[in-house]
């Protein structure tokens, strides 16, 4: 196993310290805890709290949009693992200024089960929450059941529109909405071409041929649609771009954001040759692409492969997505 | 070969496509020519121009950097090789407008012979160039032959010095200083896990044991300094930087930005345990850290490995550094 780390059972605390020494000028630790980072930009009183969690071995997911504009604070799990609740809880408690707290966090079981239990706590204190969550991974769920999809990299758009809306100082029901309609608009395909090692396992988390990848894999290594022996990146795209038309349909006019994410082991070279294919499909449709993000959003540590989000947009989305935005992760400087 | 390209000999034009697809609101290709990227980001009349160039590969190393306080033009080679010299003139004639130009590049044969040529074509056109290689590679060369070292992700600090001091509206000689102050203030050094794969060679470039990293190696695979059993984040830390401070000696009250570099195959969270062990070494010693940089700045495809810079400020240093820039791959909101 070769990885740039000291004992495996330190692989995240050690990750979060460098995180803080690098950008404690921007977050910091809640009251010293290593698995819960919370904002340490100026925040508007009153505001609605957006807060989120999720396992490790993601970033920037899920911490890294943790600042202004976006989310409020995060609680960090072990490795594909999601964070016990009390550091939920913690999170949610320390973001909540009397206005309530939006949970906004992918779907899967022990988040879901976790952040039902920390919301059952802080509603006790009072504090009012509301839970969305992004499911926009097509590959994971037919359309007719599309609530049991998992969240994969399409997250980031709604974080960036509840975060600006909340900025807005919307109500947590409107901020909810608006992470509802972001979650309802996006879709997210992805493949991938090699597996990743979790530290504490110390082993691939699947095989996978040399020449072969597989379509639809999840960002844990969850069973995807096919597997296909490696073809072009135009064919890849095409195929990718099939399975997320199929489900969202666009039309002439029609706007969209495009996010080509990396996993983590695939240059940004190979990001750029995926959008082109995905750029000219669109454009042959007569869709436009505003704020096109191509880069590493949401990793599986050394995976190689990638996914294509489409973010279809309306009015409020667009001028929520282009809202300036900061964290040490992410930036928009609102073009 | 699992790399998501379509032929080999179309990887670098399709992905200068897909750049443009992506972000053609904010650079553009000079009349055309995939092989000479500009800046389309509104410019100051009577500025200084700055134009840089490389292989292909690297992203977002060279031509990431184009774009507002940072560089104005980049030429593109092949991967891993110098453009030509007539795409390096064309570049520097794109942005001259009457100050002169700046060719601030790294410290490579073909990319120096070409430049060379280059500006003697542009000279015969009345156009003034200064030149300033970057040699930060402290493993490429010993300090009493400095000049020969390679120039790799500490390039990133020569841009945003002398991008930020061209703004200024500072004269052509007075932003060369800047860089060349900038250069002899950098130091890099780095450590390769695997090769990565040339796509019109389809084989790695060199060979490295599974259970070995090369420190030192460049990032095109040039030769290192010692092949080592693989070791903790900690201890490779700690090697990096006693052979970054004995070229570049710190003392208490010293002010440094410190960049970690990821190759391209290594997860950020291996970065941040990096980041953290650098952070604290400085700290033992007194030194202050200023707007640290860790993700990727400059890579080799695929190859897993990173590098660590420093760069020490002084008053006129920090200044710059800080100063706003924006370009499609980098964007500093002036904290």
Chains 1, 2 share one sequence.
Do not use: W
């Not at 196993?1 to 605390?13: E, R, W």
């Not at 020494?21 to 630790?29: E, P, T, W």
């Not at 395909?189 to 041929?209: D, H, K, N, S, W």
């Not at 947009?313 to 809202?323: N, S, T, V």
């Amino acid at each position: 196993m070769k990885k740039v780390i000291n004992q495996p059972a330190d692989f995240v605390d050690e990750t979060m310290e460098g995180i803080v020494a690098a950008y404690g000028d921007r977050v910091h630790f809640l009251d010293g805890d290593r698995r819960v980072l919370v904002s340490g930009y100026p925040s508007k009183k009153g505001k609605v709290g957006i807060v989120t969690a999720g396992g490790s071995g993601h970033l920037p997911l899920f911490l890294g949009y943790v600042g202004a504009g976006m989310v409020d604070a995060c609680a960090v799990g072990n490795v594909f693992a999601s964070p016990a609740y009390t550091k939920m809880a913690s999170a949610i408690r320390a973001v909540d200024s009397g206005a309530g707290v939006l949970c906004l966090y992918g779907n899967y079981g022990g988040d879901k089960m976790n952040f039902q239990q920390a919301i059952e706590d802080c509603e006790f204190d009072d504090i009012r929450c509301r839970s969305v969550l992004a499911c926009d991974d097509v590959a994971s769920s037919p359309r007719e059941t599309a609530e049991k999809r998992r969240g994969v990299a399409g997250i980031l758009y709604a974080y960036k529109c509840a975060g600006a809306a909340a900025d807005q100082m919307r109500s947590l029901d409107e901020v909810a909405a608006v992470a509802e309609k972001a979650v309802a608009n996006t879709r997210t395909m992805g493949v991938a071409l090699t597996p990743c090692i979790v530290p504490e396992a110390g082993r691939p988390t699947f095989a996978i041929a040399d020449d072969e990848i597989e379509i639809g894999m999840g960002i844990h290594g969850e069973k995807g649609i096919t597997v296909e022996k490696m073809m072009t990146a135009d064919r890849i795209s095409e195929i990718l771009m099939e399975k997320l038309l199929a489900d969202l349909p666009l039309k002439a006019g029609d706007e969209v954001s495009v996010l080509v994410n990396g996993l983590g082991g695939t240059p940004a070279e190979e990001l750029f040759i995926v959008y082109r294919r995905v750029a000219q499909i669109l454009g042959e449709r007569g869709v436009r692409i505003f704020m096109p993000h191509v880069g590493e959003f949401a990793t599986s540590m050394e995976m190689a492969g990638l996914s294509v989000t489409l973010f279809k947009l309306d009015g409020e989305l667009k001028e929520l997505l282009r809202a300036p935005a900061s964290t040490p992760f992410y930036t928009n400087a609102n073009k």
